[in-house]
């Protein structure tokens, strides 16, 4: 059975950081890509940053040089470190599995505003 908690999120300000976290109950985690994703508010769910088992690293262009995604394959988390954050990263930020499991976790609310 999967389940996948993200926490972390928060209100910061414009050229703030933030560092999410997710725990991910699944099987053969290590051998898994994982990702986080975000969905705005009135926007498609969109991919922000991938990881592959190995750690090779890839990232959407509007948080490439910011964001920076990492795993701890041995506790089963998935984190992103989010800096120099803007208005426009304001969404609910999920992680998952690469391409998506059928489920979702609850997502963490992230709001960059002044």
């Known amino acids: 059975q999967v389940q996948l908690v993200e926490s972390g999120g928060g209100l910061v300000q414009p050229g703030g950081s933030l560092r999410l976290s997710c725990a991910a109950s699944?099987?053969?985690?290590?051998?898994?890509?994982m990702a986080w994703f975000r969905q705005a508010p009135g926007k498609q769910r969109e991919l922000v940053a991938r990881?592959?088992?190995?750690?090779?690293?890839n990232y959407a262009d509007s948080v490439k040089g910011r964001f920076t995604i990492s795993r701890d394959n041995a506790k089963k988390l998935v984190y992103l470190q989010m800096t120099s954050l803007k208005a426009n990263d304001t969404a609910v930020y999920y992680c998952?599995?690469?391409?998506?499991?059928?489920?979702w976790g609850q997502g963490t609310q992230v709001t960059v505003s002044s």
């Open positions: 998952n599995r690469d391409p998506p499991f059928g489920i």
């Open positions: 699944v099987i053969a985690f290590s051998i898994l890509p």
């Open positions: 990881i592959s088992p190995a750690h090779n690293t």
